[in-house]
């Protein structure tokens, strides 16, 4: 089992005392940025460009994807954090306490808290958060998956609720740190939906105040803030004035925009520009991996050919990854042999299992009755191709992705599988998996901690959320593994759920449901005299709470 620096058993934390909480709001350094003699300046406005789709919703209760959780982190806040040592911090929460059965939790709020539109938060404001997360009208998919063990909710007092559970769950406080499930305004959730999509109100330090659909988001700054995680570098307000949030899909026009001064960070970055920009002294680098899965290629087991376990061992052989890796990333990204993400402490790896051997693979569709190829190489059983459908989303894969899966078409031919790669947008890839048009899918999925397992390869995950989306992609119904990932979520002894993950993990590995390619790439570059720019340990998305402007 890989071993990573960042602790298992402190995420299991019940409570943080007001010293410790004093004593890391005090803590000034940045992830991303050192330390520098030069005293932050307060005003300015930031530009940011990002080459990630364009949110359909502000409000990353509906739905739930990455897109909106870069731009939501700026104006909404969870109600705990994580440190870079992986511990579960206070953010707009002061204390948690988990009853001794394990099937409820009691959570405390900061008591001098307002939301942008002057609503206070309160103990009410948590429980219309967690009742709209779950609200099948609200179309939730990640928050509503994170909440999936949560019943109902009871007011303690005015900043205390306790939170019920149908079993214990090991990973609520990780879930709840996540944007997915930060805290908004219960007036302004009472507003219609798309009203709240046009302009989600949290306590963050910036709020909505224009969004140009196609073009930018403007955020502007929140005076009155107050409630900074407590691994902030300072108190207050944020020190720049505002943010423009540009959408480029492009990225060279991205690049240029960035070289020629006008953003001042852009994200989805190319391997081959990150490479060039190594030797611009005006220009930085942040690497802020993803938490949760690693990304991979899903292989459909929930009809034919896939669902015959020789064909997937085939197909995994077929693929020269390593070789793609090498040729087209530019030693920016490093090869995957987990479903997991190399910041998950909990992470298990098997390179044996993906070895490019086309030898294999040939032997093992010949066992599997695949032994006749046609005029042009493909193999056929039964009158029939070995055909596989690869829905690819061209929002979601940057073009060196891309590329690699050419790469993997082109030797997966050479033992008969023919692949069709059909880039779509965002719209057209989710609904070629709701309609089951796949046999082959790249699915980045980003969840704090091991319970993304649970998420994404428990049977339960084959029926969709609310929002239509279903999580469990490989279709991998298997009873034990099912067993195993529950035990796993009720299971809070730090060496038992390791042993419980690790366990879960040999079984999709060895299964041959997917192919891991490496963790979720999370590139930014940004202008040097951009500072106290840094990602929040959570899911990796940027925070300008700190960042300011040198002169």
């Avoid at 908004?184 to 009203?195: F, V, Y």
């Avoid at 390593?322 to 479903?339: K, V």
């Avoid at 084959?462 to 593994?481: C, E, M, R, T, V």
Wanted: charge should be negative; aromatic fraction near 8%; include cysteine.
């Amino acid at each position: 089992m890989a071993n990573f620096s960042r602790s298992v058993s402190a995420r299991f934390s019940t409570a943080v005392g007001a010293a410790a909480v004093a004593a890391l709001l005090l803590s000034g350094c940045s992830d991303a940025e050192p330390q520098t003699n030069q005293s932050p300046v307060s005003g300015g406005t930031l530009v940011y460009a990002t080459g990630d789709a364009e949110p359909s919703c502000l409000d990353p209760h509906v739905g739930g994807n990455y897109p909106q959780a870069l731009v939501s982190t700026q104006y909404l806040e969870p109600l705990v954090s994580l440190n870079k040592e992986g511990e579960i911090i206070p953010w707009l929460a002061t204390d948690w306490k988990e009853s001794d059965d394990g099937l409820s939790w009691t959570i405390t709020v900061r008591d001098d808290v307002k939301f942008t539109d002057g609503t206070k938060l309160n103990a009410k404001a948590v429980q219309a958060n967690i009742e709209h997360l779950k609200d099948p009208a609200t179309g939730s998919s990640t928050g509503f998956l994170a909440l999936e063990k949560v019943t109902g909710t009871e007011i303690v007092d005015e900043y205390t609720i306790r939170v019920n559970l149908s079993e214990p769950d090991s990973a609520l406080l990780e879930s709840l740190s996540q944007p997915w499930l930060a805290i908004q305004s219960p007036k302004a959730l009472q507003r219609s939906k798309e009203e709240n999509c046009q302009s989600p109100v949290g306590t963050g330090p910036f709020k909505v105040a224009n969004w140009d659909k196609q073009e930018s988001i403007t955020l502007v700054r929140n005076e009155d803030y107050n409630s900074p995680p407590a691994d902030a570098g300072h108190k207050g307000p944020a020190y720049l004035k505002k943010i423009t949030w540009r959408f480029i899909p492009d990225s060279a026009s991205r690049y240029a925009a960035l070289q020629s001064g006008q953003v001042d960070v852009i994200d989805n970055v190319q391997p081959d520009t990150i490479n060039a920009a190594r030797d611009n002294e005006s220009i930085e680098h942040l690497n802020a991996p993803r938490p949760g899965a690693s990304n991979r290629i899903e292989l459909n087991s929930g009809k034919p050919p896939f669902n015959d376990p020789l064909v997937r061992e085939a197909f995994i052989h077929s693929a020269n990854v390593n070789a793609g890796i090498s040729g087209l990333f530019f030693d920016t990204a490093e090869r995957s042999y987990s479903p997991l993400s190399s910041v998950e402490e909990l992470g298990y790896s098997n390179p044996d299992l993906f070895t490019y051997d086309p030898e294999e693979a040939n032997r093992l569709l010949d066992k599997a009755g695949w032994d006749q190829r046609d005029e042009q190489g493909y193999r056929v059983k039964d009158g029939k191709r070995l055909s596989l459908e690869f829905p690819v989303s061209t929002n979601q894969s940057i073009p060196a992705e891309i590329s690699l899966f050419e790469q993997i078409q082109a030797t997966a031919k050479k033992v008969g599988f023919d692949v069709n790669l059909e880039l779509l947008d965002l719209s057209g890839w989710y609904g070629a998996l709701a309609a089951n048009n796949y046999d082959l899918v790249s699915a980045p999925y980003t969840k704090v901690g091991p319970d993304v397992l649970r998420i994404l390869y428990h049977s339960d995950g084959i029926k969709p959320a609310p929002s239509g989306y279903f999580a469990n992609l490989s279709q991998l119904d298997d009873p034990k593994l099912d067993k195993l990932l529950t035990a796993a979520g009720q299971e809070t002894d730090p060496e038992r759920r390791a042993e419980l993950y690790e366990q879960a993990q040999q079984i999709i590995l060895n299964g041959h449901y997917i192919l891991p390619l490496y963790d979720q790439q999370n590139h930014f570059l940004y202008r040097s005299h951009v500072k106290g720019f840094r990602t929040l340990p959570t899911v990796s998305t940027p925070t300008f709470y700190d960042t300011w402007l040198s002169q």
